[in-house]
């Protein structure tokens, strides 16, 4: 994903903003890639470049080493593509299997897209997060013959719930386009909604077959300023790409108004994998970070306090 991505949506006083740094593409042994596809090789003008790591850039045709898309000719425009999301069936329960339908429009032609390109091995990545922060999802819906996708969630509980699509329309630029879901409490009455109570969580985190810690620089994070976060993997032997990615990470803000979908910028020998990440608020916030070891996808999340400038 491209190094800063932003993506608003309008809904009530809530706001979309999302920022990627794509994962760098490298052998089994993790080993950190150059930064850009011709490293050393600057004779003609870099008009080639990466349309998700607009940092990437090249002379000649070619794949980006972070995130393995093929390279477009100059920086395209990016324009939002409006989104379609219903339901069925259309009173939603909480407890009760319900049908997500995303249909993606041309904004310039009004037609509903048929045709995506893929990425990090998917055609669509979905997020999904409840308003208390305790329920997460990544998965990807399935591509109907019309270009529409359909995705069949259980939400748990009563509440709101925020959906993220991350997609790239065929002859568009790669789009992060979120929706806000409210489940009613009993079908009639609106549930409370109120920010998440998060208290902060890092150190060593227990996932499925492996244990993470993070430790961050600097120690406490400023808001506005880049953040690196270290991932340190135990045990790390078995670690394989999960998606066409060494990680994958979800951040979102204690308000539900910032949600950050996230890549790692550099690998450290197989037991360490840094992300890189602004975050655009003081606030709190949860993150996702997911890791495959020997076919076995691990999901673990850390709670980080986000200060002013002083």
């Known amino acids: 994903m491209a190094v800063a991505r932003l993506a608003a949506v309008a809904f009530s006083v809530f706001s979309l903003c999302a920022q990627t740094a794509g994962p760098i593409a490298g052998a089994a042994s993790l080993a950190s ?8 090789k600057t004779a003609g003008p870099l008009d080639w470049v990466c349309p998700m790591d607009r940092d990437i850039r090249s002379d000649q045709p070619g794949v980006c ?21 219903t339901f069925s069936p259309k009173a939603i329960r909480a407890g009760q299997k319900e049908r997500l339908t995303f249909r993606v429009f041309d904004p310039k032609t009004g037609k509903q897209v048929d045709h995506f390109q893929v990425v990090h091995e998917k055609l669509f990545h979905m997020f999904a997060v409840s308003q208390d922060l305790s329920f997460f999802i ?23 719930y925020r959906i993220l699509a991350d997609i790239y329309p065929e002859g568009g630029t790669p789009q992060l386009i979120a929706r806000t879901i409210i489940v009613p409490g009993d079908g009639k009455s609106m549930p409370v909604l109120a920010e998440a109570k998060l208290q902060p969580s890092l150190g060593v985190q227990h996932a499925s077959n492996m244990d993470v810690e993070l430790t961050t620089e600097p120690a406490k994070p400023i808001a506005g300023m ?41 690998t450290y020998g197989g ?27 691990n999901t673990v999340e850390f709670t980080v306090p986000v200060s002013e400038l002083e």
């Not at 890639?33 to 050393?40: F, I, N």
């Not at 996708?149 to 748990?156: K, L, M, N």
């Not at 991932?231 to 539900?256: N, T, V």
């Not at 910032?258 to 550099?266: S, T």
């Open 33 to 40: 890639a150059p930064t850009t596809p011709q490293a050393g």
């Open 65 to 85: 080493p972070r995130c393995g898309m093929t390279l477009v000719l100059g920086i395209p425009n990016e324009v939002e593509y409006p989104m379609e999301l």
């Open 138 to 160: 990544h998965d990807h819906p399935v591509a109907e013959p019309d270009g529409a996708f359909h995705y069949d969630a259980i939400f748990p509980k009563p509440g709101l």
């Open 226 to 266: 880049k953040t690196l976060l270290f991932f340190k993997i135990r045990p790390a032997d078995g670690l394989e790409k999960y998606l066409g990615a060494w990680g994958h990470m979800l951040a979102a803000s204690d308000d539900l108004v910032d949600l950050i979908h996230n890549h790692p910028f550099l």
């Open 271 to 297: 037991d360490q994998i840094q992300f890189n990440l602004i975050f655009p608020r003081a606030r709190t916030y949860r993150m996702w970070v997911q890791f495959q070891r020997k076919g076995v996808v």
